[in-house]
Each structure stands twice: as C-alpha cells, then as structure tokens.
C-alpha cells in the first residue's frame, strides 16, 4: 500500500463497528475507510482474512480508477481477487464450509463468494452479480497484484513477500 | 547476475517438489506445477543456463500481463486517501 501511495494508518483507515446481519467487513471507498465488524469476526484466522480481503479492495481502489458505485463489473472485478487471495476460499475453509472439491474448486468457490460480496451491497439480482463476475472472471481471476501468486498460506505469503522486496533486482536483470 | 539470488530459487523449487504445493497447484490448476526451469541455474550457471532462466522469468511476466484489466490504472493514489473523516473536520 505504501508502495502505491497509499500507507495505510490504522486510526484513520480502519474502524471496527457492530454490523447488521452476517456481514464480516467492508470497504468505503467514500472515506477510504475499511470497516471491520466487531460483532460478526470471531476469531484470529477470521480477522486475517476479513483485513486482508477488505486491503486488497483498498490496494484496488489506491492503484486503479475502480467505480465502486456505478459499475458493477468493476465491482465484481475486486470481489474475485478479493475472494480469490485473502485465503477465504482455501481447501480447509471450503471443507468447514462442507465444500467438498479438490480439482479447480479454487475458482468455484472464489466465483460463488464474489457473488455472494456483490449482492450483499448491492441491490441488484443474482443473475445480474453472475454475469458481472463471469464477464470479468477470466482477467481478474489472474490478477494476482501486489502478491504476484496465490497466498494460499504463510509460506505463499512469505515468498510474496520476498520477490516484493527484490523486485527492483528482478526487473532489471531479465 | 540472476533475476533473483540462487537461494531464492533454490527454496522455491524445493517448494515446488513438495507435496503441499503438488495440492493447491491441483486444486487451482487441475495438473502438477513445472518445476524445472529453476534447477538449471543452480547447477550450471552457464550463460545458456542464464538465457533460459531469464526467458523463463520473461515468459513468466508476460503470462501475468496477458489479461486485459477491466479498470484503468492510475497515474497517483486518490487525491482524498489522507485526508481526516468528515466528522474529524468538525471537531
């Protein structure tokens, strides 16, 4: 974030606040502000998940011209990597969530959670969300910036990190 | 010298080989990762084995650009990112 401009500074980018219904954390980009609900994230692994899900919309909304509000398939684009990089659609998450798959459930699941994000704020009906994400799945499913792979554990996550700071070595010499 | 330090590449491919990776490779990709392009390197480190590894990391770069982006990308972060809440400038 800091890279793109956009450090982050936790008493003015986040709030933590009681949310109705089942909603775990959100993004504002009106106020740049990530919210994460008090009353719905219940533990540790949880809260990762949910910051780093609502940062990756943050790192869009910092590094691209995202219309939040009047485009749904620039919405539906940040859900799929949102979905798709925060861990949330892990094998062991899927498999708690009595998911059962193993060959490209990956993008199953990510697509099925994108859709779900969307029409959570959004009022618009599920086969507009489905074809906003399909249209868009393809392209942003590959998307896989600032990370440059899938995190799926701290391992993924500590190479990312790893080739983030070497970057300036790695482009100049292939 | 190499895109990234020998031990960088060492790690990863070993990485690669590993079980852990063979099953998230599968669950996302449906088939077994390639693991051999950083293995040349370390064990050769000829100007061949250079050439093919930085095409490796070219091919590899150019896979990841590939797609068309659905957004346009900015020339600077938004120009509000930090500035205080709106309540914050009541006070």
Known sequence: MKHSGCAVNKERHFSCEDCNGNVSG???????????????????AHMNRVVTHELIHAFDHCRAHVNWFTNVRHLACSEVRA????GECSLVNEIFRLHFGLKRHHQTCVRDRAILSILAVRNISKE????????????????????????HNQTYARYAHRDFQNRDRYYSNI | QPPRPCETYRAEWEFCRSA???????????????????RDWEERR?????????????????????????????QSPPADWHLPLPQEKDK
């Open chain 2, 20 to 38: 852990r990776h063979f099953l998230h490779h599968y669950y996302v990709h449906k088939r077994p990762a390639a693991c051999e392009h950083c």
């Open chain 1, 26 to 44: 959100g993004f504002d980009a009106s106020s740049s502000q990530i919210v994460l609900c008090q009353n719905n994230i219940c533990n540790q």
């Open chain 1, 83 to 86: 979905a798709n990089l925060s």
């Open chain 2, 46 to 74: 000829t100007a061949e084995a250079q050439r093919s590894l930085c095409e490796s990391e070219q091919a590899r770069v150019q896979a990841a650009r590939k797609h068309t982006l659905v957004w346009a990308l900015r």
């Open chain 1, 128 to 151: 507009v969300a489905e074809k906003a994400v399909d249209e868009v799945f393809e392209s942003c499913f590959n998307d896989h910036e600032p990370f440059g792979r899938i995190p």
